[in-house]
């Protein structure tokens, strides 16, 4: 276990000098609370520090917004790389792959520990001296940017889940039945990580099952449960109507536990999660997002 704090660079593959700092994205791995490398991205966008080359913060007004992807992905999938492209039209962007996922440490936790990775992520983006930081959740991502909020009140000051799940252990869906195999079975955690390099850990939180190797206690908090603790904070949250993982009860549940704080997009066929979001919902959620966080 180490001693570093959360959002420590543990190293770095492209050190910035003054010249370049503000201009040129910069790529390293960050430390975890609990020691896991996490490979992260940081691009200050394109609109920053032209008035000073050598600036070292940001302009005061320009948010950073740090994208938490969905399972199975990583910092450099397309999918991925464009949602931060067109964020990086209205601030900074940050992106990482969660723990067991690409060149990131450790195995995947399907939505736990993942909140310590976010974690490390939004401290790092701070210390590039942006005032206002959004996290954007896609799916398992858009679960872990709830209980992130939740659990760390007075870190972020927008958070927008897109196709997030409301609760634990949904199986009403042939994708999540596939996936539930995915992760439950020694079979399953084969494939996913020589085929989609995702290191998934063996030992899942399922109380339903009795092994103490299997099961975990407490049960992480659930989004739907995590979602009336982010109050103040502006929520929005985002939902397609073709999302084959996760039907319209899930952001409606959601929407619900938010309240008045909280507002909820049904997109006119839309998929699942960052394949699934386009240009024009990403641009619409950029200006909301820039617009909520103050």
């Avoid at 001693?3 to 201009?23: C, K, L, Q």
């Avoid at 252990?169 to 399953?188: E, I, K, N, Q, S």
């Avoid at 109380?207 to 989004?223: A, M, N, Y």
Wanted: without cysteine.
């Amino acid at each position: 276990m180490s001693n570093r704090p959360s959002g420590h660079v543990a190293r770095s593959t492209d050190r910035p000098n003054h010249e370049t700092v503000g201009r040129a994205p910069i790529r390293t791995f960050l430390r975890t609370s609990d020691a896991i490398a996490v490979d992260s991205v940081y691009d200050p966008g394109p609109v920053v520090y032209e008035a000073s080359p050598n600036a070292a913060a940001p302009p005061s007004g320009a948010p950073v917004f740090v994208i938490a992807h969905g399972f199975t992905g990583r910092v450099d999938r397309p999918h991925v790389r464009r949602a931060a492209g067109v964020l990086a039209r209205y601030g900074a962007v940050v992106t990482f792959s969660f723990r067991g996922h690409g060149a990131s440490g450790g195995r995947s936790t399907v939505g736990d520990k993942e909140v310590l990775d976010l974690a490390a992520a939004v401290e790092w983006a701070r210390g590039f001296g942006h005032t206002r930081v959004v996290t954007v959740g896609f799916s398992m991502g858009g679960s872990v940017v709830l209980r992130h909020a939740a659990l760390r009140p007075g870190t972020v000051d927008a958070v927008v889940s897109v196709s997030s799940p409301a609760r634990w252990y949904y199986r009403g869906t042939a994708p999540m039945r596939r996936l539930h195999w995915l992760v439950t079975r020694r079979t399953g955690r084969l494939v996913g990580r020589y085929g989609l390099r995702t290191r998934i850990h063996h030992r899942m939180w399922a109380p339903s099952t009795p092994s103490p190797r299997w099961g975990r206690d407490p049960v992480p908090l659930s989004p739907v449960a995590a979602v009336p603790r982010i109050a103040p904070v502006p929520l929005l949250i985002v939902h397609g109507d073709r999302d084959g993982y996760f039907p319209l009860d899930h952001p409606r549940m959601l929407a619900e536990a938010a309240g008045e704080h909280g507002e909820l997009w049904v997109e006119p066929g839309m998929g699942h999660a960052e394949n699934a979001a386009g240009d024009a919902l990403l641009d619409r959620i950029g200006r909301w997002a820039a617009a909520a966080a103050g």
